[in-house]
T-cell receptor, first 116, second 110 residues
């Protein structure tokens, strides 16, 4: 019963490096998203997707790219890492929403990223 | 857009009852959800209200008043393991993105 799986769990990057955070879900959810959470802060939406081939920007998209080639996978790419991107990243998935349905969002375990 | 407000911190003792309030502003309403997050962990789903009234799940209950744009999470018989952050959440106008409140940090004291 895997749910949402994201890797890596911990990563240290140097400023200017690029990397990809992987995310996969096995619940056949149409909706997937990436959040970042800074210490003592809430969850801020980076990018989201409502189905394969469809992506859109959230609240804080700058410096990140996403793609959705399959229903299962939703990788997040950091193009040129900056210290301001030091954060915890959560991938999440859900059914698409309507009242009474799809109102539970499932999170991966998180990826702790430090940019030095 | 959507916005949610919660108290930043709540402290209570073991065995007590605590209520965490959430007020929201949203154009399209798809229900109010609650999530728990322990330090170092991921948020996990606790409860959901689509209609007015109280939903009970064990020691946790959640209440919604749509006319007041207000809800709360009620935790009874508090245990040390309930020390965590609690977030309320709504979906956006299109029923797509989840928008989370700033979170309430609950500390349960012995």
């Amino acid at each position: 019963n895997a749910g949402v799986t994201q890797t890596p769990k911990f990563q240290v990057l140097k400023t200017g490096q690029s990397m990809t955070l992987q995310c996969a879900q096995d619940m056949n959810h149409e909706y997937m998203s990436w959040y970042r959470q800074d210490p003592g802060m809430g969850l801020r939406l980076i990018h989201y997707s409502v189905g394969a081939g469809i992506t859109d920007q959230g609240e804080v998209p700058n410096g990140y790219n996403v793609s959705r080639s399959t229903t299962e996978d939703f990788p997040l790419r950091l193009l040129s890492a900056a210290p301001s991107q030091t954060s915890v990243y959560f991938c999440a998935s859900s059914m698409t929403g309507a009242l009474f349905s799809g109102n539970t969002i499932y999170f991966g375990e998180g990826s702790w990223l430090t940019v030095v | 857009g959507q916005s949610l407000e919660q108290p930043s911190e709540v402290t209570a003792v073991e065995g007590a009852i605590v209520q965490i309030n959430c007020t929201y502003q949203t154009s399209g309403f798809y229900g109010l959800s609650w999530y728990q997050q322990h330090d170092g962990g991921a948020p996990t789903f606790l409860s959901y209200n689509a209609l007015d009234g109280l939903e009970e799940t064990g020691r946790f209950s959640s209440f919604l008043s749509r006319s007041d744009s207000y809800g709360y999470l009620l935790l009874q018989e508090l245990q040390m393991k309930d020390s965590a952050s609690y977030f309320c959440a709504v979906r956006d106008n299109y029923g797509q993105n989840f928008v989370f409140g700033p979170g309430t940090r609950l500390s349960v004291l012995p």
